[in-house]
Structures are given as structure tokens and as C-alpha cells.
């Protein structure tokens, strides 16, 4: 079992910043992809970025040159650094860790970005 406590949603008008924070109840050398998934009413969970144990990232191409994945070993934490946020970018945004094929969810947390 894996539980996943995510923090740093909110409100921000367009062109701010966030960061959003992962942190993991094991090791996170354990878990073989740490990701980041957005979801709005009415449409399905979609994939943001990914990181993997060896350090490699996915950032999809909507943000991409926008958001950063990151991870800090020692604290067992990955970060999903928001840049240039627009309205389109608000969503519950959901941190997810596999292991061993099997999907781990965080509770979510609501980011909101305002024109």
C-alpha cells in the first residue's frame, strides 16, 4: 500500500505560479513512476508529467515549457512547479505513484486559475 498526501492548490490568476507537492508514505525509490493527473468535471483524468525512479521525465505538450516534475529523494516528495498558469489549466490535479503495475491515488487538490 501506497498513500499519497498532496498539497499546494488554490487560487491564482492567469500567469502566476503554484507548486504542488506529493509526498509518498514509503520510500519513493520503491515507486516506479511518480505522475501528476488533472481532472475536470465532466471529462476523464488526464496525464500531466511523469518521473521515473532513474530521474526521467514527461511533460505533455500543453505545458510543456510551463511545468516542471521534480522529486526530492529525502523527502519521499514530488513537486509539479506551475509556471504561466492559464484559465485552462484549472482543474483537480491528482498525484499517482505505481508500483509493481498497481495505480495509487492522492485525494486531489484543486487548482483554479482566474482571467
Known amino acids: 500500500q501506497v498513500q499519497l498526501v498532496e498539497s499546494g492548490g488554490g487560487l491564482v490568476q492567469a500567469g502566476g505560479s503554484l507548486r504542488l507537492s506529493c509526498t509518498t508514505s514509503?520510500?519513493?525509490?520503491?515507486?516506479?513512476?511518480m505522475a501528476w493527473y488533472r481532472q475536470v468535471p465532466g471529462k476523464q483524468r488526464g496525464l500531466v508529467a511523469h518521473?521515473?525512479?532513474?530521474?526521467?521525465?514527461f511533460l505533455v505538450d500543453s505545458v510543456k515549457g510551463r511545468f516542471t516534475i521534480s522529486r526530492d529523494n529525502a523527502k519521499n516528495t514530488v513537486y509539479l512547479q506551475m509556471n504561466s498558469l492559464k484559465p485552462e489549466d484549472t482543474a483537480v490535479y491528482y498525484c499517482?505513484?505505481?508500483?509493481?503495475?498497481?495505480?495509487?491515488w492522492g485525494q486531489g487538490t484543486q487548482v483554479t486559475v482566474s482571467s
Open positions: 499517482n505513484g505505481v508500483v509493481n503495475s498497481a495505480n495509487y
Open positions: 514509503r520510500s519513493i525509490w520503491s515507486i516506479n513512476r
Open positions: 518521473i521515473t525512479t532513474g530521474g526521467g521525465t
